[in-house]
């Protein structure tokens, strides 16, 4: 870890301890070496038990199927208003998504699903890229 982060953000933070899971590299530009992959279960009224059970069987069966195949695991996950959002590490994004569409199939969600991917720019900057659905209308509501 370089000496300006370290004096001037000298706290850990969620975004940190994330920053050192994907490993930055040195560079001109700061490049993410691990896919991550956001899924967000979008509901249309607020959020309760029956909901966090669908959201928490979904994750679960995500990251056993990630696991089996060896192709990644859950890293966190987060309830933002009426938004359950989980942040898979994997190591493939086409056979991430693969596996994460069989899933959502398998448990018959009928939610609004987003699954994207973070475009870092830096450390601390980055955008969204929505990669299910492809002709959508939907957006992935970010992390705060």
């Known amino acids: 870890m370089n000496d300006f982060f370290k004096r001037f953000f000298p706290f850990r933070t969620r975004q940190w301890n ?29 959020f309760d038990s029956p909901s966090l059970k669908i959201s928490e069987e979904l994750e679960r069966a995500i990251d056993e199927d990630l696991r089996e195949k060896n192709l990644g695991k859950l890293f966190t996950s987060d309830l933002v208003g009426n938004n359950y959002t989980m942040l898979f590490v994997i190591s493939d994004y086409p056979q991430g998504v693969e596996i994460i569409q069989k899933a959502i199939e398998n448990k018959k969600v009928k939610q609004n699903i987003v699954i994207a991917r973070r475009i870092y720019r830096s450390p601390f900057k980055w955008k969204y890229k929505i990669l299910h659905p492809k002709q959508t209308s939907l957006q992935f509501h970010e992390l705060k």
């Not at 590299?25 to 967000?40: E, R, S």
């Open 18 to 46: 994330l920053n050192k899971t994907v490993g930055w590299q040195p560079d001109n530009i700061m490049i993410a070496k691990t896919p991550i992959l956001f899924v967000q279960l979008q509901f249309d009224s607020p």
